[in-house]
């Protein structure tokens, strides 16, 4: 049986304007996806778990000052007792309310846990924000969710989508966290795998160190 597609038609008075709400004032904003982007070793996932923190206490300059909310975390890399916890408790961050986000998977009768992929996983990260009442979902490094090829832009866009409607629908904010490619050029061609990363998200932070010493 093939799809069915029909074509829909909005005139632009009948869509109603709204204001950007913003996770973190300016620089990361509700509805979509912020990509931190640099070399290893530059601070990315500190900082992204400093802003869990200010989130889980209702301290980040934006739209949900003032409110503490949970965040979830989808890690590929990091040890949670030796890496993660000790980053978390050193920023602040109130442990009932960060949630490791995994997937348990049966096949052939043998029962595993791996990370979320997406889009196969799309509705299981919707149920997890539905259940804790989430405001940001982080996801580290975002290219080891991406189900095809990096450097395609179709199968980027494929992935990255969904999770930016998922961000637009519950209003919350996704930071993925990927690396630069080892090639030269703008700082908006820096980020690895297709420009369909770039493309797919609404604001990119670029972390690097300075000659004083500090990143970005």
């Not at 923190?53 to 975390?73: Q, S």
């Not at 490791?100 to 791996?114: H, K």
């Not at 919707?126 to 090829?149: M, Y």
Request: no cysteine.
């Amino acid at each position: 049986m093939s799809d069915q597609r029909d074509l829909l038609l909005t005139p632009a008075s009948q869509i109603p304007t709204r204001r950007q709400a913003w996770l973190w004032a300016g620089r990361i904003p509700l509805g979509t996806t912020t990509i931190f982007a640099g070399r290893g070793g530059e601070g990315k996932s500190t900082f992204a778990l400093y802003l869990a923190a200010l989130i889980n206490k209702g301290e980040l300059d934006g739209d949900l000052h003032g409110t503490a909310y949970p965040v979830l975390i989808i890690s590929h890399e990091d040890d949670w007792s030796t890496v993660m916890n000790p980053r978390l408790i050193s920023a602040g961050a109130n442990l009932d309310h960060v949630y490791q986000v995994r997937v348990r998977m049966t096949v052939d009768e043998i029962t595993s846990e791996t990370v979320p992929a997406f889009p196969l996983d799309l509705q299981l990260s919707r149920d997890a924000v539905e259940q804790t009442g989430a405001k940001l979902i982080i996801v580290d490094p975002i290219t080891s969710t991406i189900s095809g090829d990096l450097h395609k832009v179709t199968d980027v866009r494929r992935s990255l989508d969904p999770l930016t409607q998922l961000a637009q629908d519950l209003e919350l904010a996704v930071i993925g966290i990927m690396h630069f490619n080892k090639g030269t050029g703008n700082a908006s061609d820096k980020l690895s795998g297709s420009h369909g990363f770039r493309d797919a998200v609404r604001s990119v932070l670029l972390f690097a160190t300075t000659r004083a010493g500090n990143a970005w």
